[in-house]
Nanobody
């Protein structure tokens, strides 16, 4: 299974970025997908996830600002990030887990088996 994340970059506070993650080598429609992030000196943390039934979960820190979506036709998830803050600066990782229960959306990193390489997001003035 390969996950390829893209879309990171630098933006000023209040700006927007969109991340994408393309999955290959798995049955994408049977996967729950997630985004996690890790800032320097901090532990990796949950950002958002989307289940097989398209239900979404968000961390409290991004709820209302970020939107996760999936397109099963092209094996891709997106993370639209709006109203970015300096504290959103981190390396963002996408993750997948094949065979989750249909109505369950995982939130913990140990629930995901496959990970992408990460993409840097920097929010700074």
């Amino acid at each position: 299974v390969q996950l390829q994340a893209s879309g990171g970059g630098s933006v000023q506070p209040g700006g927007s970025l969109s991340l994408s993650c393309v999955v290959s080598g798995s049955i994408f429609s049977n996967c729950a997908m997630g985004w996690f992030r890790q800032a320097p000196g901090k532990e990796r943390e949950f950002v958002a996830a989307i289940g097989r039934d398209f239900s979404a979960e968000y961390s409290d820190s991004v709820k209302g600002r970020f939107v996760i979506s999936r397109d099963n036709a092209v094996n891709t998830i997106h993370l639209q990030m709006n109203a970015l803050k300096p504290e959103d600066t981190a390396v963002y990782y996408c993750a997948s887990e094949l065979g989750t229960e249909y109505y369950y959306t995982p939130r913990s990193d140990y629930e995901f088996s496959d990970w992408g390489q990460g993409t840097q997001v920097t929010v700074s003035s």
